[in-house]
């Protein structure tokens, strides 16, 4: 999928403004979105380096501004606290950054027993959201060194996944735009090929080299 085209939603709201929350919040002021920048303990605690850098283009918010008024949401805090997400406007596109890592997250039976996939979890807890999987298996400090404008020679590619094709379309021009070949790979079921331990989790790819990996990617249990 090759779109070069420019997302039009104005409003990014991201979730989390950790290491990966402040990556796509640079990236999203770089390419001329507004970013609506939230955290767990409200926005007087939100970390100060990136407010001044992106100066006018951020807006403190609560997280429940975050996800009533972005035109599009960016979930990137840890996993374990998902249920903690207050429920967006129907049809909102989500997009979920979040991987599954036991010792932080605590033990999560239908993932240790592969019965669901981290951004199937977020997409039943916000059943009126279009969630759609982006942005996690890529280190966050990768996002702004290795993006590249579009037609670059061996671009580094990233994935999307989600149940809705204009969703996926919808980001997948936003990967494109942030400097990343996408890659649709399908429904959000597809989305344990890029999770944690998976070959194409965190090194670098392009996209015929990503399209191997997703491909040789294995569960362990039977189904
Ligand atoms: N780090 C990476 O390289 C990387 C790359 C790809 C994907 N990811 C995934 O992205 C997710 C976040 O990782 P991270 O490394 O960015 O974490 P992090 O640096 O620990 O930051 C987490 C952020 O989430 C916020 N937060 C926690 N609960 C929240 C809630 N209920 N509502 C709003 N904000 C909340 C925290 O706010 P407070 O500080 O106020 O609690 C903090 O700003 C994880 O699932 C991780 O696996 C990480």
Redesign the pocket.
């Known amino acids: 999928m090759r779109t070069h085209r420019k997302c039009t939603m104005a409003k990014i709201g991201i ?7 402040k990556q796509i919040a640079r990236l999203a002021a770089t390419h001329g979105h507004h970013v609506l920048l ?4 409200g926005p007087q ?1 939100l970390p100060f380096d990136i407010i001044l850098e992106l100066g006018q283009n951020v807006t403190r918010s609560t ?1 429940q501004e975050t996800v009533a008024e972005s035109d599009l949401l960016v979930v ?4 374990a ?1 998902y249920t ?2 207050p429920q967006p406007p129907a049809g909102k596109i989500v997009i979920d ?3 599954y ?1 036991p010792d932080r997250d605590g033990l999560i039976p239908e993932l240790e027993e592969e019965r669901t996939t981290t951004s199937e979890l977020l997409q039943t807890h916000l059943p009126q959201a279009r969630v759609v999987k982006a ?6 400090l990768a996002l702004t060194a290795d993006a590249q404008p579009p037609g670059s020679q061996n671009r580094r590619a990233l994935i999307v996944a989600g149940d809705d094709p204009e969703a996926r379309m919808t980001v997948a021009t936003l990967v494109d735009e942030f400097g990343f070949d996408p890659l649709d790979i399908g429904q959000l079921a597809e989305g344990w090929r890029v999770e944690r331990g998976t070959p194409g989790y965190l090194p670098r790819f392009t996209k015929t080299e990503l399209t191997h990996k997703v491909h040789e990617a294995k569960r362990y249990r039977t189904h």
């Open positions: 979730l989390g403004a950790g290491n990966i929350g939230s955290n767990s303990r605690n997280a990137a805090i840890p996993l606290n903690q997400i950054a979040g991987n890592y942005f996690n298996h890529i280190p966050a």
